[in-house]
Nanobody, 124 residues
């Protein structure tokens, strides 16, 4: 069974930064793209960022471009999301997920394993 454990969430003021981490218990971690999604109260889960198997390509939703950076360390089976210039509208539960393919993708349906999420609250 593949397990994903997120950490790094918390309460931060607008304009601040957080770095989320996600450790994956999967020996074949290196083969697959990874993604971050978020879900705010009363809203559907939405794509935030994705990274290819080797980190060579990334995708971001428009609202986080130039503020968030996704990265991965395959030696540590870990994917990160550096979040800068946070805004109140970034408040959500953030989930990491493993894709069923090696290239980055924003399609939620192509992610087959999910973490339990970490809460991010940005105060104004």
């Amino acid at each position: 069974q593949v397990q994903l454990v997120e950490s790094g969430g918390g309460l931060v003021q607008a304009g601040g930064s957080l770095r989320l981490s996600c450790v994956v218990s999967r020996r074949t971690f290196i083969r697959y793209a990874m993604g971050w999604f978020r879900q705010a109260p009363g809203k559907e889960r939405e794509f935030v960022a994705s990274i290819s198997w080797n980190g060579g390509s990334t995708e971001y939703t428009d609202s986080v471009k130039d503020r968030f950076t996704i990265s991965r360390d395959n030696a540590k089976n870990t994917v990160y999301l550096q979040m800068n210039s946070l805004k109140p509208e970034d408040t959500a539960v953030y989930y990491c997920a493993t894709a069923s393919r090696s290239t980055a993708t924003s399609e939620l349906g192509l992610y087959n394993y999910w973490g339990q999420g970490t809460q991010v609250i940005v105060s104004s």
